[in-house]
């Protein structure tokens, strides 16, 4: 039964929050927060996948985002709804209701061909080259986007709002907000389960020492493609769902200043720690929605916080390790696979 | 068929010849020593023979297939395990886990087992564990099992070093340098820890070592290396004799000029 339990505790409060969306309790703006808390959870942890579990410093994960969005609403656009660019709706708009994750999985697995861009250079470089290489594809990706007029190039794409009113004419339910919930689930079981794993846990013994990882057995290069995939393609489905919930993209909001913010939450949160990560993914998007009022300030005080943080804490709030860690009480109801024999 | 068949092995730095026509052969079962100087490319050696380096000329054959050319992790999964010079563990890991992810070459098992925990997940992570929990019990290791290794004594850093090659069920065994840095009751120890090793472990033994002490007490046989070429070999008592090799450590007597 224990091992059941997060699962249970998720899907009950996913139960809550679409109830609470559904009979219209909460304000859309709390709502929209809500799936932006969301989306941030699949990036930050996704991103530690690569920077805190495996070492490396990968500063280009809006790139990532950006193609599975891109993907997602192309391929939805094109299948469901009449455009001028694409002509009839080549499906009936009310199959959306069932395509829909189809479409946003392609958008992910787009996302890690392109995330092969990063892996196959990693081979041969590390560290401050690797990171240079990663911020060089996000600006490949964005510039691409930028140079594609079928797909709007640098004024953006839209019409995605079409095929959410599409499913919920179907079914009138908050679409997104499932998928979103959904996809945050599946990846943190996703992520859990792999770095908890003999096999996962040879990205750490890269991140640890490289050439004593490949001497003593662990293919490298097979565990880095695995890695950089796993994480890219993450972050394209967390990609496509951001463009469903906005109904509207454009290559500028895939810069440098989205990939930074992910970092930043990977970094607040602690390297290496999943809890970490989603911890400080729900708080960064709270404090940012707090201080809005302050506007333009608000970039004045949110990297304050962050030089505080290195100063006084600079393992990040969890550091290397896991709720479970900090609490061991806790672990009566979850099970830390792998921290007991 | 010869365990390990090393063919006039060459190898260069760039203009620097670090070994040059180094030929050996292992049967199985013996316990090799290699020594010589600083700088005289005992390490590369083992570099060259485990496949971090490939030779620039020469030919390596493990259990009768030719490893130089391949991966490290290739070479090793063929059954070649080695320790390290300055200590190479995984130090945000656990004792335990490091003896488990040297296993990676024969999980049997992949990233959609280890998602969906399937049965072959199950069994093989189990077979891992079991494997890495009986080496730390028959190397008194069991206490640490959980520790960090940074956080061990230095001694047992190098007892988990070998026990994390040793899981990897090696039929050949590198230990580079295990006595550096030991003090003199760890070094007695250790002598005993390899000896019983090999035995227990059926294994071949191969090690670089400074150390007479260890060397003359632990190998047959003794292979000495001098500016990357091998000036002498046999076994310890012959060679400890041996004018070339004592000219190689003690150096030259130089003439008096006036």
Redesign the interface.
């Known amino acids: 039964m224990r091992r059941f339990t997060s699962l249970i505790l998720y899907a009950l409060l996913s139960l809550v929050i679409i109830t609470a969306a559904q009979g219209r309790w909460v304000n859309p703006y709390i709502l929209q927060i809500a799936m932006f808390v969301g989306i941030n959870i699949i990036l930050s942890t996704s991103l530690n996948l690569v920077n805190g579990y495996m070492g490396e410093f990968s500063v280009g994960h809006a790139g990532f985002m950006a193609v599975g969005a891109y993907i997602t609403s192309v391929l939805n656009v094109w299948l469901f709804s009449s455009t001028k660019v694409f002509g009839p709706a080549v499906l009936s708009p009310s199959s959306a209701i069932y395509l829909f994750p189809v479409t946003l999985i392609l958008g992910g697995i787009g996302a890690a061909v392109v995330g092969l861009l990063v892996a196959i250079p990693s081979f041969r470089t590390r560290g401050d080259y690797l990171a240079i290489i990663t911020l060089a594809v996000n600006y490949i990706v964005k510039s691409s986007i930028e140079n594609m007029q079928v797909i709007g190039g640098a004024r953006g794409f839209m019409g995605m709002s079409g095929i959410v009113n599409a499913m919920q004419e179907v079914v009138n339910v908050p679409w997104v907000l499932i998928w979103v919930l959904t996809s945050v689930g599946v990846t943190v079981w996703l992520l859990h389960r792999f770095v908890n794993s003999t096999y996962g846990k040879g990205i750490v013994a890269i991140r640890d020492d490289e050439i004593a990882a490949e001497i003593m057995s662990v293919d490298t290069r097979r565990m880095k493609i695995v890695a950089f995939m796993l994480s890219s393609g993450l972050a394209g489905i967390a990609g496509g769902l951001f463009a469903h919930i906005l109904g509207y993209i454009n290559p500028g909001t895939f810069t440098i200043m989205k990939s930074t913010e992910a970092l930043v939450m990977v970094y607040l949160g602690g390297m290496g720690s999943l809890s970490g990560a989603i911890l400080s993914a729900v708080s960064l998007t709270l404090i940012l929605e707090f201080f809005r009022p302050l506007q333009v300030a608000k970039w004045v005080v949110v990297p304050l916080l962050l030089i505080l943080l290195m100063l006084f804490r600079p393992e990040g709030i969890m550091g290397h390790r896991e709720f479970t860690d900090v609490f061991p009480a806790l672990r009566r109801f979850f099970p830390s696979h792998g921290k007991e024999k | 068929m010869a365990l390990l068949e090393i063919r006039e092995m060459t190898h260069f730095f760039g203009g620097l010849r670090a070994v040059y026509n180094f030929n050996m052969k292992l049967e199985g079962g013996e316990l090799l020593g290699l020594i010589g100087p600083n700088g005289a490319g005992k390490t590369t050696v083992f570099n060259l023979v485990?496949?971090?380096y490939r030779p620039t000329e020469g030919e390596v054959f493990f259990q009768g297939s030719r490893t130089d050319g391949l991966?490290?992790?290739e070479v090793?999964?063929l059954g070649m395990?080695?320790t390290?010079q300055n200590i190479?563990?995984?130090?945000?890991?656990t004792v335990?886990?490091n003896l488990?992810?040297?296993?990676?070459?024969h999980?049997g098992?992949?990233?959609w087992?280890?998602?969906w925990?399937t049965g072959r997940?199950q069994e093989n992570?189990r077979r891992?564990?079991r494997t890495a929990?009986e080496l730390l019990e028959v190397l008194g290791l069991s206490h640490y099992?959980?520790e960090y290794p940074k956080n061990l004594p230095y001694g047992f850093q190098r007892r988990v070093e070998i026990g994390?090659?040793l899981s990897?069920r090696p039929s050949l065994l590198l230990l580079d340098e295990p006595a550096a840095g030991m003090n003199p009751a760890e070094i007695e120890e250790l002598i005993e820890l390899i000896r019983w090793i090999r035995k227990e472990f059926e294994l071949t033994v191969w090690l670089i070592e400074h150390h007479m002490r260890v060397v003359m007490n632990v190998c047959e046989w003794i292979k000495v290396l001098d500016f990357g070429e091998t000036i002498a070999e046999g076994p310890s008592e012959e060679v400890r004799k041996n004018p070339r090799v004592i000219q190689a450590y003690l150096g030259e007597e130089e003439p008096a000029y006036a």
């Open positions: 485990c496949g971090f991966k490290p992790h090793t999964a395990a080695r390290f190479r563990l995984w130090n945000s890991l335990f886990d488990c992810i040297s296993q990676h070459h999980l098992y992949g990233l087992d280890a998602v925990r997940y992570e891992v564990r929990e099992a959980m994390r090659a990897i």
